[in-house]
């Protein structure tokens, strides 16, 4: 059965739901027994016989990982989360077992590091390090309490993602008179209503929350105290004083991983968390958003200004949105929607995306019927080098009810000239289906920014498994994705893929120029929320262990006044109390990755553009040195080699408008 999942492409047809455990367990059981049969080799270590082994093991629980979380993104069904609830404490034991085994561990000490090339030597690194991290050279007993440690914050970031969901459910604001609800579009105001039915209301509308501060319908309400009323539903989140309230959860979470990176020598989480990215410590990350905040947070005060102005009173930050867009309207004539009609989904995927990586790689696309899918909407593209076969590019564009919301990468199979394996890597979006389908400029920049991730997976050419395509650090993982956005809005691929889906007719320039240029506006304010975030979470993490902590706002408030972000209306765009990705997800003194890898992608929209733009060896030199490499060389090294020095600022600075 589970040859179903191995092979070049998985055999979907013959996978049903009730295979998924079944091959979970053989999996597990078969990565078990490779490593098993590694440490018990009478012969001594050496590269081949314990890290090539190592590397070659578990291939079947990477397949049916990969297919599974394919069913748990994108075709949920109570069965498969049933599985999800089995699976996950399993694979993390699993994980935690051979990382702390230490047989193994003692072999991977073993092994010599002379003679071996740039790529194996990393490897053999990247294992000994990895087994490190989770706490390979402790003793029994402070094993014991990591294990403690982990499985508690496991726990803990489970339930506050539980709390906030059910907290902010209870905080959407519920509207009786529709009078109040003046601004909202007609659509809007159908899906008030029937939210307020769907979550029990006898009637009305209600107004539920997104994650972020930042709520949409603030853009249009007219009524300013709904305004208020609504942001401040958002604000508190997790602060309620009730069954919802997150702060012990925050100050619970702060302590335990302190707590863990002492025991794994460190000062802090932060100090943990950073020494395995580009950035390499937290003073890096502190100077480059220092560089940062003051010209932010100046331009946020002059866009409040400027608001204030416009409305006649001192905005609050319940008004910014509502003015902003007011202003966007009156000053640039911008007109979102009269943008729809040129970016027909069709068009913007084979005369923008694809063209684009014709012209930068040589590649070519072919659509094939012969593959199974995982749903009928799913559709598959045989990727050329030219001539030559290079990879699968499978797409999954359209919502639907058991698809989770958002953009993804991922692959059902990563490039590994150990293995043979060429790669199958998988975009799946959230665009609404229509007939014909037209996107939003935002939608056309979803479908660039996601390609980039597939293309760093495509353009893969490592021997070894762990370092294909986006097996580099998180904070340099959005970079070729972020860089790839910048084609959609070349002149010659625009003036191809942006035509009337009726007439033919190109887009107007002129809209397009207003467009770009009323994007500026809002720029000091989007950056200053983002900025107060991430050193809401740096503050958080730099905590040591016996740093003192009892009252969340109270410390929020000084960390932002410290930082100098602390404007009323410039909130953070996440609250510590909602602040759901270092909390609840993985991003845990990590938020600053996105403007770090945006550094990099602005100064190499820079290099391109030195060079002359869209071309075959601007193309060639950005895939030889960079997107081709993924994780096998240092990033930083690989970084530098193609730009001719270290990445500078100036460029992200420009784009946003500080410099
Ligand atoms: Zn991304």
């Known amino acids: 059965m589970t040859a179903a999942f191995l092979g070049p492409y998985p055999r979907l047809d013959a996978i049903a739901e009730e295979d998924l455990l079944p091959a979970f367990d053989e999996a597990l059981a078969r990565h078990r027994a490779e490593v098993d049969a590694i440490t018990a080799d009478p012969a001594p270590p050496t590269f081949d016989n314990t890290v090539v082994a190592l590397e070659r093991s578990g291939e079947l629980l990477r397949r049916v990982g990969a297919v599974f979380s394919t069913f748990t993104g994108s075709c949920s069904t109570p069965g498969v989360r049933a599985v999800e609830k089995e699976v996950a404490p399993r694979l993390a034991a699993h994980a935690d077992a051979i990382l702390l085994d230490a047989a193994l561990f003692a072999r991977l000490e073993a092994v010599d590091p002379d003679g071996l090339d740039v790529e194996d030597r990393r490897l053999l690194e990247r294992r000994l390090r990895d087994a490190v991290r989770a706490g390979a050279r402790l003793g029994p007993a402070e094993q014991d309490r990591l294990r403690a440690l982990n499985a508690e914050l496991s726990a803990l970031s489970t339930e506050f993602g539980a709390r906030l ?56 309400l007219t009524d300013r105290t709904l305004r208020e009323e609504l942001h401040t539903a958002s604000v508190t989140r997790g602060a309620t004083g009730d069954e919802h309230d997150t702060r012990d959860l925050v100050l619970r979470i702060a302590r335990l991983r302190a707590e863990r990176a002492a025991l794994l020598g460190h000062p802090h989480h932060a100090s943990w968390v950073v020494e395995v990215g580009t950035a390499g410590t937290v003073d890096a990350i502190r100077d480059m958003l220092g560089r940062l905040v003051p010209a932010a947070v100046a331009n946020a005060r002059a866009e409040a200004e400027e608001l204030s102005a416009l409305a006649g009173y001192p905005i609050e930050a319940w008004d910014r949105a509502f003015w902003a867009e007011r202003l966007r309207r009156e000053r640039y004539a911008v007109d979102a929607a009269a943008l729809r009609p040129y970016l027909e989904l069709e068009r913007v995927l084979h005369d923008g995306v694809f063209h684009a990586a014709g012209r930068l790689y040589g590649l070519r696309f072919a659509e094939r019927h012969d593959l199974p899918v995982h749903h009928p909407d799913v559709r598959v593209f045989d990727v050329l080098d030219g001539d030559e076969p290079l990879g699968v590019f499978v797409a999954d564009l359209f919502a639907r009810e058991s698809k989770r919301g958002g953009a993804w990468m991922h692959s059902f199979v990563t490039q590994s000239r150990l293995l043979g394996t060429r790669p199958v890597v998988l975009n799946t979006c959230n665009l609404v289906r229509g007939e014909p389908t037209l996107l939003t400029l935002d939608e056309v920049r979803t479908l660039f920014h996601e390609f980039g991730h597939a293309l760093h997976g495509l353009l893969s050419d490592v021997r070894h498994p762990t370092f294909a395509g986006t097996g580099v650090p998180r904070d340099f993982v959005e970079f070729p994705s972020q860089v790839n956005e910048m084609w959609l809005e070349d002149e010659e691929i625009l003036a191809r893929y942006a035509r009337h889906h009726a007439t033919g007719e190109p887009v107007p320039a002129e809209l397009v120029a207003r467009l770009r240029e009323s994007r500026r506006f809002g720029e000091g304010f989007a950056t200053t929320e983002y900025l107060a975030a991430t050193l809401l979470d740096l503050a958080w993490h730099t905590l040591g262990p016996a740093d003192e902590v009892t009252d969340v706002l109270a410390f929020e408030a000084a960390a932002l006044a410290a930082a100098g972000v602390d404007l009323p209306s410039a909130p953070p765009r996440y609250r510590s109390t909602y602040f759901n990705h270092v909390w609840g997800g993985g991003y845990s003194a990590a938020y600053y990755s996105y403007i770090w890898a945006e550094v990099l992608d602005a100064d190499t929209v820079e290099w391109f553009t030195e060079h002359g733009g869209l071309r075959r060896e601007n193309g060639d030199a950005f895939r030889a040195g960079l997107l081709s490499r993924g994780g096998s060389v240092d990033p930083m090294e690989a970084y530098r080699s193609f730009r001719g020095r270290d990445p500078e600022i100036g460029p992200l600075l420009a784009r946003r408008g500080l410099g």
């Open 165 to 220: 969901l059910a907290g902010a459910n209870a905080a959407a604001v519920h509207v009786t008179d529709v009078a109040r609800l003046d601004g909202l579009s007609p659509d809007a105001i159908a899906a008030a209503a029937r939210a307020a039915t769907e979550r029990g209301h006898d009637g009305g509308y209600l107004l539920t929350l997104v994650l972020p501060t930042g709520q949409p319908a603030l853009a249009s």
